[in-house]
């Protein structure tokens, strides 16, 4: 079935069932599945048409994942969840959530 959506929109695919995850799973699942969901939400993290709270809860979604990878020691994929947070935020992040980027 996920051949039959052309290539330039699997990421938007993606992104919204990692949406629909994050909302949807209890928090014990959400915590189990976490890498899962992030790396769903990070393929639409380019859209531009994300608002600055999805760019924040993204943000956050990553630095959960960051800190559960290092905690793991996974830390190259630690950086890669960190650094595509710190991307969310963009570079207005230190003003805009200061509690996050700091985190």
């Known amino acids: 079935a996920f051949e039959l959506i052309s290539p330039e929109q699997r990421d938007s695919f993606r ?3 990692g949406s ?3 909302r949807t799973l209890p928090p014990e699942e ?3 599945s976490l890498f899962e969901v992030v790396g769903l ?3 639409a993290a380019s859209n531009s048409n994300a608002t600055d709270e999805g760019r ?3 943000a956050r979604m990553n630095l959960k ?3 559960k990878a290092s905690e793991n020691a996974a830390f190259d994929t630690a950086k890669v969840y960190f650094k595509t ?3 969310a935020l963009g570079s207005r ?3 805009g959530d200061y509690r996050t980027m700091l985190d």
């Open 56 to 58: 924040v809860e993204l």
């Open 41 to 43: 939400l990070n393929c």
């Open 15 to 17: 992104g919204r069932i």
């Open 93 to 95: 992040g230190w003003e």
């Open 65 to 67: 994942a960051g800190i």
């Open 85 to 87: 947070g710190r991307e």
């Open 20 to 22: 629909i995850l994050l």
């Open 30 to 32: 959400l915590e189990a």
